[in-house]
Every structure is written in structure tokens, then in C-alpha cells.
């Protein structure tokens, strides 16, 4: 089955620890990119990939590393959590560079910072 | 800069039919894609809109005028589950999507 697939669906940790979520897609997708969900602000992407080795930051990247050593993986890292990254967490894949292509989202990660 | 406009809510009837709008300003416009979203959940692909025009798929139709940053999401025979969140995304190059904040949609009986 075609999907993306992110781990930990849920956390809960404390300040300065840190972490790392994963995602993974089976559909070779070139394109991957993160997102954080909060209320009254909508999705905004934090980082994106166009191929392995290439990455780029997004609208809101500060506090947040990505890496992209394989085409299937594309984990999200807090070095230092803080509270204000509490937040619901996508990752989602796309075919390919070139626009209209459809983005296929994980099922979300819910992250608390204490 | 990028700027996408939608309602924040919207409420509607079982059986009825409801247009969201959304506006949008981007540097660089590569299609307009539709997205719903339950609570909780991952955003599922509804509609992409790159020409002019309207596209329909099934009780879903969407509109794209691009001379007016301008489209909308039609549903038709609305269902209770229907009853989600639903995000404009304006595609603006490579596959960047840049989301509105979302419509809540409550389809009440």
C-alpha cells in the first residue's frame, strides 16, 4: 500500500531533549517536506527536499533540522525542544519537482513540549 | 509574498450545497489544489485547478480564475460527513504548496 509513514504518532516530552521524528514514503517520491499544524494558523512548511542531499528551508525552519540520506526518508529533528514547538506535525511526499503534482500526507505526529 | 484567503467557518445543511472561496497572491502560481482535512487527521487530495475553469468530481467541484487569484470549492448533497476542515493550497513552484488556514465546514442534520 502506497503511503507516508511518521513515527511517533504521539509524544510528550520535556525541554532541551532531543528528538527525532521519522518519516518514510514506499512511493519513490523525490519531493519531501515537513509541516506544523496549530490553531488559527493553518499548515506552514518548516523544511523541504527536492532529492536526496538537497534540502531548503521552508517558512518556519528555526529550531528544526532535516537530513535526506536516502529517497525514502526524511526525519524532522529538534535539537532543543522548546515549549512553542508543541504543535501537530506532517510530513508529506510528491511525486515530483514540477508543480500539480498531488502531496500525500503521514498521519501526523502530536508533539508536546513541557 | 504568499497570501491565501478562505473563511474560517462555514456551517451548511445535510442536502444542501456550499461554496468556499479562497483568494490568493503568490510569487510564482502553479495550480490551486483543495484539501480536506477531518480533525485529527492527515489532509486527503480533493482537487488541483491549474486552467481556468471548472473541474468536477463527483458532489466536488472546484473553480480556478487565475486573472483574479480567485477559486472555490463546491459541494454538493451535503453529507454529515462532510464535516471537516477544508485548505486551499496554492502551488507556487516545484511542489512548494503554500496552505490558507482553513474552512471549518459543519454540516449539521
Known amino acids: 500500500e502506497a503511503q507516508v509513514t511518521q513515527n511517533p504518532r504521539y509524544l510528550i516530552t520535556v525541554t532541551g531533549k532531543k528528538l527525532t521524528v521519522t518519516c518514510s514514503q514506499n512511493?519513490?517520491?523525490?519531493?519531501m517536506s515537513w509541516y506544523r499544524q496549530d490553531p488559527g494558523l493553518g499548515l506552514r512548511q518548516i523544511y523541504y527536499?527536492?532529492?536526496?542531499?538537497?534540502?531548503d528551508k521552508g517558512d518556519v525552519p528555526e529550531g528544526y533540522k532535516v537530513s535526506r540520506k536516502e529517497k525514502r526518508n526524511f526525519p524532522l529533528i529538534l535539537e532543543s525542544p522548546s515549549p512553542n514547538q508543541t504543535s501537530l506535525y506532517f510530513c508529506?511526499?510528491?511525486?515530483?519537482?514540477?508543480?500539480?503534482?498531488?502531496?500525500?500526507f503521514g498521519q501526523g505526529t502530536r508533539l508536546t513540549v513541557v | 509574498g504568499q497570501n491565501i484567503d478562505q473563511p474560517t467557518e462555514m456551517t451548511a445543511t445535510e442536502g444542501a450545497i456550499v461554496q468556499i472561496n479562497c483568494t490568493y497572491q503568490t510569487s510564482g502560481f502553479n495550480g490551486l489544489f483543495w484539501y480536506q482535512q477531518h480533525a485529527g487527521e492527515a489532509p486527503t487530495f480533493l482537487s488541483y485547478?491549474?486552467?481556468?475553469g471548472l473541474e468536477e468530481k463527483g458532489r466536488f467541484s472546484s473553480f480556478l480564475s487565475r486573472s483574479k487569484g480567485y477559486s472555490y470549492l463546491l459541494l454538493k448533497e451535503l453529507q454529515m460527513k462532510d464535516s471537516a476542515s477544508y485548505l486551499c493550497a496554492a502551488n507556487s513552484g516545484y511542489s512548494t504548496l503554500t496552505f490558507g488556514k482553513g474552512t471549518m465546514l459543519l454540516v449539521s442534520p
Open positions: 527536499s527536492m532529492n536526496v542531499e538537497v534540502t
Open positions: 512511493m519513490n517520491h523525490e519531493y
Open positions: 508529506a511526499s510528491s511525486p515530483g519537482t514540477a508543480g500539480g503534482t498531488e502531496a500525500f
Open positions: 485547478n491549474v486552467l481556468d
